[in-house]
């Protein structure tokens, strides 16, 4: 079973829509960490957060905004007002404990095209 | 300051030859994690270094291996190549550890290692 799901393979959009991409993972661990990268066209990845798992606020960046919901072992990402320049695939990871070192795992990404 | 520089870019090797990529992090960075992305297994932690000692590992054969210098400078060796090994290889610094929820990641541009 992965323990990162990423439903949404591809959105599309156009220019100024908000966009909401969806994680969805899985652990028993009760301490684990969760991170969005961005892989732009140019495929450099770019860090874009991380969240422990004891921290449940949500978390707002310029026109970034994450949703941590444990309940529903969620760690969505939502993009306000969304620009070509957010065109990339964007990945969700897990890094829980294991055998005493903290492996990631990461979801198989959702590929954002904004349109003009 | 200087990003994260990867060398060699890009790489052709036959099967059961071996290849050493290397990293260079930003300058006062200790951390050094690897990652490999390929189309079928999408992206994969392979390890990680904090201050030459080997932190975490990735769900990887021996056959893949690394060191850190004292420099903080990392290369990572694959030996007896396989076909599937073909990938593009990410590497990323930060000050401290990413994995345990400690510091921001930046990326180099990978190295794309072609196996024929």
């Known amino acids: 079973a992965q323990k990162v799901t990423q439903a949404q393979t591809e959105i599309s959009v156009v220019e100024k829509e908000d966009v909401t991409l969806d994680c969805v993972y899985e652990?028993?661990?009760?301490?684990?960490?969760l991170f969005w990268y961005k892989q732009p066209p140019s495929g450099e990845l770019v860090f874009l957060i991380r969240?422990?798992?004891?921290?449940?606020q949500n978390e707002i960046s310029g026109r970034y905004s994450w949703n941590f919901q444990k309940s529903t072992s969620s760690f969505n990402f939502t993009i306000t007002a969304s620009q070509v320049v957010d065109s990339a695939v964007y990945f969700c990871?897990?890094?829980?404990?294991?055998?005493?070192?903290?492996?990631?795992?990461f979801g198989r990404g959702t590929s954002l095209i904004v349109h003009p | 300051k200087a990003g994260v520089t990867q060398t060699p870019r890009y790489l052709i090797k036959t099967r059961g030859q071996q290849v050493t990529l290397s990293c260079s992090p930003i300058?006062?960075?200790?951390?050094v994690s690897w990652y490999q992305q390929t189309p079928g297994q999408g992206l994969q932690f392979l390890f990680e270094?904090?201050?030459?000692?080997?932190?975490n590992k990735g769900n990887f054969p021996g056959r893949f291996s690394g060191r850190q210098f004292s420099n903080s400078r990392s290369e990572m060796n694959v030996s007896t190549l396989e076909l599937g090994d073909s990938a593009l290889y990410l590497c990323?610094?930060?000050?401290?550890?990413?994995?345990?929820?400690?510091?921001?990641?930046?990326f180099g541009p990978g190295t794309r290692l072609l196996v024929l």
């Open positions: 969240r422990n798992s004891f921290d449940e």
């Open positions: 990323a610094s930060s000050l401290g550890q990413v994995l345990i929820g400690e510091e921001t990641q930046y």
């Open positions: 270094y904090f201050s030459e000692t080997q932190r």
């Open positions: 300058s006062g960075h200790r951390s």
């Open positions: 990871a897990l890094s829980e404990a294991s055998g005493g070192s903290y492996i990631p795992t």
């Open positions: 652990t028993r661990d009760t301490t684990y960490y």
